[in-house]
């Protein structure tokens, strides 16, 4: 069994407030328990992540000290802003692992994630923390062992730096996230009237960009939960955010369609986006019984789903 929480479910800056009070105005963060013991797998460290380790304090820590794996899906500071602020980590016998990707090798995640903690940025040093943190990085792999029966699916995303999908197994359920993420598409000049159009070139760019999105979609096939990034509807994409990282909600549900995906849960939601224009796009793109038998919706801040 997994149990997945929502702490955090918005894209780029947080943005509480009256406007956002429904679905939530703090960065990606998502909780999951894994078995009967509750084995405790955070994915982000966006501004939710600090309501989280305010519950681990009141609901876990009385029955002993907290263990936890943290995975980052990249380090761009809206997925990891909130780590300063987890305060299991500050907590003498917190034991965790942080894994993610670092896009320039010479750094260590340790350092770009411990990095906001020096006194030019925070109160506290890095080196200050009570805790032990293991920082642990990830390439794109397609069987990880966790332990205990949970197995891992890492997979690079289409983001400006390097980004990875997850996806856990346990017990027989599939939970995946994929964000931020943006289709991959022809990066060749596609005008036959263009002084540099190269046909060849324009029609090997589109057979390689179509073959990543189906490798993408293999990815998550058979899900019982995907978690997909969908900040933008297909027009506002197409009118000025190609190349930003992020995917149009109606790529999202085709492609989760397609895989046979069975719950969609669209996520990383625009900072301006309102509750009330979130619920009319949910009247748009959550149709009654499904698309193709997948369930479609909008994640919302401490939203519950058992798997």
Request: glycine share 10%; with cysteine.
């Amino acid at each position: 069994m997994m149990k997945v929480k929502f702490w955090g479910v918005r894209g780029s800056i947080p943005c509480p407030g009256p406007q956002t009070a429904k679905y939530g105005g703090n960065g990606a963060c998502i909780e999951l328990r894994i078995g009967k013991k509750g084995r405790i797998v955070i994915i982000d460290a966006g501004s939710g992540i600090r309501e989280l380790g305010a519950h681990l304090l009141k609901n876990d820590l009385p029955n002993g000290p907290i263990s936890a794996d943290l995975f980052l899906s990249h380090t761009h500071w809206d997925h990891i802003m909130g780590f300063p602020y987890f305060t299991p980590i500050y907590i003498p016998g917190t034991q965790m692992k942080v894994y993610g990707p670092v896009t320039f090798e010479e750094d260590p995640l340790e350092e770009v994630v411990g990095g906001q903690m020096t006194y030019r940025y925070f109160p506290v040093n890095f080196g200050e923390l009570s805790s032990n943190i293991e920082y642990i990085r990830l390439q794109e792999n397609p069987s990880i062992d966790l332990g205990d029966g949970l197995k891992l699916a890492t997979k690079f995303l289409n983001h400006p730096i390097t980004t990875l999908g997850y996806r856990f197994e346990f017990d027989g359920k599939v939970f995946c996230t994929c964000y931020d993420t943006e289709p991959f598409r022809n990066l060749f000049i596609t005008d036959p009237e263009h002084v540099d159009y190269d046909e060849a070139m324009a029609i090997e760019g589109q057979e390689v960009a179509e073959e990543q999105n189906l490798v993408l979609e293999s990815f998550f096939e058979g899900a019982d939960l995907l978690v997909y990034d969908a900040q933008y509807t297909e027009e506002e994409f197409i009118a000025n955010r190609i190349g930003w990282g992020h995917t149009p909600i109606e790529h999202a549900i085709e492609a989760a369609g397609r895989a046979g995906v069975k719950r969609l849960a669209l996520f990383h939601h625009d900072p301006d986006r309102t509750d009330e224009q979130i619920d009319e796009m949910a009247k748009r793109y959550c149709r009654p019984g499904g698309d193709r038998g997948m369930e479609v919706f909008f994640a919302r801040e401490r939203s519950e789903i058992e798997l």
